[in-house]
Nanobody, 126 residues
């Protein structure tokens, strides 16, 4: 398994969850990008957040800015998504994605990511 996502679950509005994504030797690269996307029922994949493994840059969707934080732990090849102040509209399957050769300008682009995790379901109740 190249990417393994975990941490989803059911939470009440206003609550928090922390998603984790374990990368492999194939999907980890100090010069690459990691991202979280989400897909809710009947919708396209939506960009959520991205980070360079070097830690030099992060990017967030406007809808999550100020509530979600993406981070990484290179020694363990792990990427995290801390989600606070969750809203019902955050309900979706969350996917982590990797582009080991990604560049800064492509961090938000779904088609720029070559490896995808299996997804983890986040459900936020009102």
């Amino acid at each position: 398994v190249q990417l393994q996502a975990s941490g989803g679950g059911l939470v009440q509005a206003g609550g928090s969850l922390r998603l984790s994504c374990a990368a492999s030797d194939v999907t980890f690269s100090f010069n690459g990008n990691m991202a979280w996307f989400r897909q809710s029922s009947g919708k396209e994949h939506e960009f959520v957040a991205a980070i360079r493994w070097s830690g030099s840059s992060t990017a967030y969707a406007d809808s999550v800015k100020g509530r979600f934080t993406i981070s990484r732990e290179n020694a363990k090849k792990m990427v995290f998504l801390q989600m606070n102040s969750l809203k019902p509209e955050d309900t979706a399957v969350y996917y982590c994605a990797s582009n080991p050769r990604g560049i800064l300008s492509t961090m938000r682009l779904r088609n720029a990511y070559h490896y995808w995790g299996q997804g983890t379901l986040v459900t936020v109740s009102s």
